[in-house]
């Protein structure tokens, strides 16, 4: 059982960056492979980016080459660097974590980038 719990959400304007954190309780953490997922409010749910056990990333494709995923796996923690935000970045933004039959969602933090 995995709990997680975001953090680091808020309002930004364009052009700016946030750090979003996702605390996570368990065991065997280093397993697991985690993501960072957004919805925003009409869409559906989408792959921010993606980290396996052994740090192989992933990106969407609106992403690459401004946010920039991460963890910390003494700290249990997950993180995801976002550079020049965009008004289209604005969505909560959900963590998850996965590891065979086992699929874990945080409660999602919401990020709005406005002037």
């Known amino acids: 059982q995995v709990q997680l719990v975001e953090s680091g959400g808020g309002l930004v304007q364009p052009g700016g960056s946030l750090r979003l954190s996702c605390a996570a309780s368990?065991?065997?953490?280093?397993?697991?492979?985690m993501g960072w997922y957004r919805q925003a409010p009409g869409k559906q749910r989408e792959l921010v980016a993606s980290i396996t056990g052994d740090s192989t990333t992933n990106y969407g494709d609106s992403v690459k080459g401004r946010f920039t995923i991460s963890r910390d796996n003494t700290k249990k923690t997950l993180y995801l660097q976002m550079n020049s935000l965009k008004r289209e970045d604005t969505a909560i933004y959900y963590c998850k974590a996965s590891w065979g039959s086992g699929i874990y969602w945080g409660q999602g933090t919401q990020v709005t980038v406005s002037s």
């Open positions: 368990g065991s065997r953490f280093y397993l697991y492979t």
